[in-house]
């Protein structure tokens, strides 16, 4: 799940593990767990656990009692930004007003 982390003066977006609650510092530490549905209708939409690899996974898949899918979380940001049509130059733009909101 994303949470604000209050630093200092600012507030802070990150990913917070569903499963310790913890931090997800590092993109490549962590996951995106989904049900792997053997139907999908159109246009149907899903709830994802943001996880850490390694036991917070296994404990994912658990909770969600069936198979499960799932993206490295740094795939999942990449997608995230590009089914909201951001971009590098939008990317670029929003660091330019609105600066970095660093954990």
């Known amino acids: 799940m994303i949470k604000i982390l209050f630093k200092d003066t600012l507030s ?5 593990c569903d499963v310790c609650g913890d931090m997800i510092g590092d993109l490549s530490e962590g996951a995106a767990v989904f049900a792997d549905l053997p139907r999908r209708s159109e246009n149907m939409k899903i709830e994802v656990l943001h996880v850490h690899k390694g036991k917070c996974h296994e404990l994912a898949e658990q909770k969600i009692k069936q198979k499960c899918e799932w993206q490295p979380l740094g795939a999942h940001l990449y997608f995230l930004c590009a089914n909201t049509e951001v ?3 939008q990317l670029e733009k ?5 600066g970095t909101r660093t954990a």
């Open 87 to 89: 971009d590098g130059k």
């Open 94 to 98: 929003l660091k330019r007003i609105h």
């Open 12 to 16: 802070c977006p990150v990913f917070s």
